[in-house]
């Protein structure tokens, strides 16, 4: 059985290590609960190598929309494909094998040091009773050091700052060696500096290993600055999805976010800066 | 609207007294006619059989019903608006067990107490246990959720102590055992003139106080500034409901839930307003008392003096508990889901050899160590021999049921997310007892592969219930204990009836109820280590999953855990480990609860070391309480679940007052 395990894992990698790979494709999938609308049918496809920014009201739909892709909530109608193949037609394991997910908050983690979450990413590959191979450790290494997380490996998870504590969680989708991550408002508690901080990584991330990155967003700048593309969602619908330039128009921003807002550009890199008027 | 509503609610109450006093004249007719009753009431011929019964027993039955069920609704009344939780009452407060503690104790070691006033001596312990929880509860911010806690638990405490020292007292067992359990069952109209007096006096004054309480309604600040002193306000009514509890308490025993009952059902019947309560709940818990003592009268037949109307009560109560619990707000004193933090200092390298050293001791003490009419003894040469027969197995069956007991308590503080949870806690011990009844039901001899089966499946069932509450609640950890407890008392009082009602099999199950190793042979030794070995070797095969579960259902399910799958088969092994070690060493013994707890705060994180060194710790406990019940009383013999439960309910009180921050 382990074996089998194996073959599937190694699979896996040489079918994502294609340049395009797959993708995830929403066909008019939506979520009602006791007749409130959450999400109305809603139709998107997202692509490996490219990193999305979901913007939008509170109650918009943003993580109803996440938790679709992640498996983690069940549409009422349409459907959800990862590679051509309906998400929930996977096994437990071998979805968790191609697409990781950070939850809004995260849980606490008594008595768990930052090593030990991070080896939870392999779950996914060596399951409940597989040995653990080389590469599971190279995997576990990696991701700690590009989260740069070396001195605090063997700190406990709950004694670090919030900035800290985020990287270990990303460090644990990385570790999980996937192709798509998504991840619930991953910069809400940081600072400003860790806020660019994780999303560069994030971005850095998508480039280096072709992944695919989904992460709701709140600051309209940040998203325009790393993300290649934005969806803007209101009322359960998507509003708008293109690149920052062309999202970055008061016109386009006013209409998402309901208030009047305005476009400059920054003095010395031009980019879109957008502030409520 | 509300005159509406208010009247509406003295209607039903009357409604329902008018239905009990019906039926209960119904069934007094059938026993006397009823032209008679007018002379059997006021003088009774002493040659008519009927005409005494009528007058001596089922008269003063009917009247101490009326009297009891009245004083624990307004004590509930009480307690529910004084302290603001819809939960409160005599019952789950933990008063009513408190007053039965004070009484048994000075039955046995301080009768002349008695003669001065048994009701000192009831609302002594009746305070007592009131202080205590409040303690507890302070610690926490005075959380709805807490008081409830530490009240049943509480309860719990000192329902087994007083088990213990019945056990001790075997001369006044009979007596002890009826007045106990709530038996309304009358002689002569002592009762009646005992209580009458007492229950108006505290009717009274809680009359008095009627008007002041009200600003209670009111929040703190508010009622202050209306002028009323509100901590002496408060002590008072406590005072009074405490006084109602320990009064009744001492003169039928504990006739449990009916103060949680009558008010609960006056609320819903419209009674929004303090003063309205406190009419109608004594209305309806008159009511309801007659009515169930009626019916527990009318069920048992011949039985009927013995089928405890308490035992009945709390059958009603139970599941009212269950309905209700939902209620309870959390608050954010209440436990959190996770874990006790670990000590820093982490060396599992030495902990592992030094907890196998102190196994190795202990057994060896309790094979080698014990009392005789000299003193002291070791055993050695042919008395050890000897010896051996008797104290090997008990030691292997304590030493197995304490090691499966250890890994059930980490199986399900992982599954459930829950600090505090364990086997004994969560009632699923109580779950294995009914398991064995039913074996019993079945058939007349069951075997030991009938009895595990039944048990495992008794334990699935409550654990599938509580976990399925827990998901529903969201898993908070307080309110799946309280839906624990609350399960083990319905389940309690299914037992208290059976054996109530003289069933012959009822004595195999008491035995085996208190916890004893006393009995366990060398056959007995070699099957539970048959059945034991396979078990004990199983959950370490689980330890990656038991890591990943206390973070929640999200992260599981992004690692690809498959929740169901998971949950099922933590499940079964838990129950099976449980119905294992519960058929050897009986329900309440706390190494679920103690040995997973010790193995954390000494620093084992890891799911795989906490097993193993909760299996360790558990085994150690287990041997400990037996070998303490076998030499603390020499000549005499305390159960060993008995001895452990008397260390492992005041470590959870202590644990819940600890978890304040």
């Known amino acids: 059985m382990q074996a089998l395990f194996r073959q599937d894992g190694t699979e896996d990698r040489t079918d994502s290590s294609g340049l395009s790979g797959p993708m995830f494709e929403m066909e008019g999938a939506s979520v009602s609960i006791d007749g409130h609308v959450l999400l109305a049918p809603t139709s998107l496809t997202l692509k490996r190598g490219c990193v999305y920014g979901i913007i939008g009201h509170n109650g918009s739909g943003k993580s109803t929309l996440l938790k679709l892709l992640g498996r983690q909530a069940q549409p009422s109608g349409g459907s959800i494909r990862y590679a051509g193949t309906p998400v929930e037609d996977y096994g437990a394991r071998a979805f968790a094998r191609h697409v990781a997910y950070l939850p809004q908050q995260t849980p606490a983690t008594t008595g768990l040091t930052v090593r030990e979450l991070v080896r939870f990413g392999r779950y996914p590959w060596h399951g409940p009773l597989g040995r653990i191979s080389a590469e599971d450790h190279l995997n576990v290494v990696e991701a700690m050091q590009l989260a740069q997380l070396d001195d605090l490996a063997d700190r406990l998870v709950d004694t670090l700052s919030g900035g800290e504590r985020q990287r270990a969680w990303i460090a644990m989708l990385v570790a999980q060696d996937s192709s798509f991550i998504l991840l619930d408002e991953p910069t809400s508690a940081l600072d400003l500096a860790h806020q660019i901080e994780v999303l560069r990584l994030l971005r850095n991330l998508s480039r280096s290993r072709n992944l695919g990155v989904v992460a709701i967003l709140h600051d309209i700048n940040m998203a325009a600055r790393f993300c290649d593309e934005l969806i803007a969602l209101q009322r359960g619908r998507i509003r708008i999805q293109g690149k920052p330039d062309d999202l970055m128009r008061s016109d386009v921003l006013e209409n998402v976010y309901g208030i009047p807002m305005e476009v400059i550009r920054h003095p010395a890199s031009e980019a879109p800066i957008g502030f409520a008027r | ?661």
């Open chain 2, 1 to 661: 609207m509300q005159a509406n509503s208010a009247s509406r609610s003295v209607v039903l109450a009357a409604g329902l007294a008018a239905l009990a006093v019906t039926w209960a004249i119904v069934r007094l007719n059938s026993q006397l006619p009823l032209h008679l009753w007018t002379q059997a009431w006021l003088h009774p011929s002493l040659e008519d059989a009927q005409q005494l019964l009528f007058h001596y027993s089922a008269l003063p039955r009917l009247v101490t019903a009326v009297l009891c069920g009245a004083a624990l609704g307004l004590a509930g009344t009480i307690f529910q608006h004084v302290l603001r939780n819809p939960l409160a009452s005599p019952t789950t407060l933990g008063v009513e067990a408190g007053a039965q503690l004070a009484l048994v104790i000075a039955t046995i070691w301080a009768p002349f107490l008695l003669g001065v006033g048994r009701e000192f001596v009831a609302v002594a312990g009746a305070l007592g246990v009131t202080a205590l929880i409040f303690a507890v509860s302070s610690a926490r911010g005075f959380s709805s959720l807490t008081l409830i806690l530490a009240g049943l638990v509480m309860s719990l405490f000192c329902g087994s102590l007083v088990v213990a020292l019945k056990l001790l007292n075997q001369e006044y067992i009979s007596s002890l055992y009826i007045w106990g359990a709530g038996s309304l069952a009358q002689q002569d109209w002592s009762a009646v003139t005992y209580l009458l007096p007492r229950l108006l006096g505290c009717a009274f004054a809680a009359a008095l106080l009627a008007r002041p309480l009200v600003v209670l309604t009111l929040s703190d600040e508010s009622a202050s500034a209306l002028g009323v002193s509100l901590r002496w306000l408060r002590i008072a009514a406590l005072f009074i409901a405490v006084l109602l509890t320990a009064f009744v308490t001492s003169a039928v025993g504990i006739i449990g839930f009916i103060g949680l009952a009558a008010p609960q059902i006056a609320r819903l019947s419209g009674a929004r307003r303090f003063q309205e309560r406190l009419v109608v709940a004594p209305l309806m818990g008159a009511g309801l008392l007659v009515l169930v003592d009626q019916a527990a009268q009318a069920s048992s037949g011949s039985f009927s003096d013995f089928l405890p109307t308490g035992a009945v009560t709390a059958l009603l109560g139970a599941p009212l508990l269950l309905w209700l619990l939902p209620q309870l707000k959390s608050s954010s004193n209440d436990l959190a889901p996770g874990f006790i933090a670990p000590a820093t200092a982490y060396r599992p390298g030495i902990l592992f050899p030094l907890l196998m050293t102190g196994l190795v001791a202990v057994t060896l003490a309790s094979i080698l160590l014990g009392r005789s009419t000299q003193g002291w003894s070791i055993a050695d040469g042919e008395m050890l021999a000897a010896l051996a027969e008797w104290r090997v197995p008990r030691t292997s069956v304590a030493l197995l049921g304490g090691a499966m007991l250890g890994m059930a308590g980490v199986l399900l503080q992982r599954l459930t997310r829950n600090p505090v949870a364990s086997p004994e806690v969560l009632g699923i011990g109580t779950g294995v007892a009914i398991g064995i009844l039913l074996s019993m039901v079945i058939s007349t001899a069951p075997g030991r592969g009938l009895q595990l089966a039944m048990s495992s499946a008794g334990a699935f069932t409550v654990l599938a219930f509580l976990l399925w509450r827990g998901i529903k609640s969201r898993s908070a950890p307080d309110q799946m204990l309280l839906t624990g407890i609350a399960l083990s008392a319905f389940l309690d009082a299914i037992i208290v009836s059976f054996i109530a009602l003289g069933d012959p099999r009822a004595a195999q199950l008491l035995a085996w109820l208190a916890g004893s190793t006393y009995r366990a042979d060398a056959t007995t030794a070699w099957m539970t280590l048959a059945i034991a070995a396979p078990l004990l070797l199983a959950p370490p095969f689980f330890s990656r999953t038991l890591d990943i579960l206390p973070l929640g259902e999200e992260t599981a399910r992004e690692l690809g855990v498959d929740l169901r799958l998971a949950r099922l088969a933590i499940m079964g092994l838990t129950a099976f480990l449980t119905a294992a070690s519960v058929l050897a060493i009986g329900p309440l013994t706390f190494a679920g609860l103690v040995g997973p707890h010790l193995a954390r705060a000494i620093g084992l994180r890891r799911a795989f070391e906490q097993l193993i060194g909760a299996a360790l710790i558990g085994a150690i406990l287990m041997i400990l309480a037996d070998w303490l019940g076998r030499i603390v009383i020499f000549p005499f013999q305390l159960p060993a679940g008995l001895v452990a439960a008397l260390i492992g309910v005041p470590y959870l009180i202590w644990h819940l007052t600890r978890r304040g921050r």
